[in-house]
């Protein structure tokens, strides 16, 4: 059983990004899964951690990617 904790992130980027943002987020550590998607929201993130921490630092660096504009972490249990 894993003990890592995971983590989904949904991302509202600047029109016509999202596929540069996908590529930059894929060489985050923790970046498991990177997707654009259709709706309120243009690209969803899987982000696997040791622990919080961990967790924490890859959501940081996810955040200051230009053309980012919001985003909305989901800590799954």
């Known amino acids: 059983m894993s003990s890592q904790v995971v983590a989904y992130v949904l ?7 999202e596929y540069e ?10 970046v498991t899964e990177a997707k654009a998607v259709y709706g309120e929201f243009d690209i969803i993130t899987r982000i696997e951690g040791m622990d919080l ?3 924490d630092e890859s959501v940081t660096k996810l955040r200051r990617i230009s ?3 919001r985003t909305v972490t989901l800590i799954s249990s």
């Open 11 to 17: 991302l509202v980027t600047e029109v016509g990004k």
């Open 53 to 55: 921490k961990s967790l």
């Open 67 to 69: 053309s980012v504009i």
């Open 21 to 30: 943002i996908i590529q930059e987020l894929k060489k985050i550590k923790g």
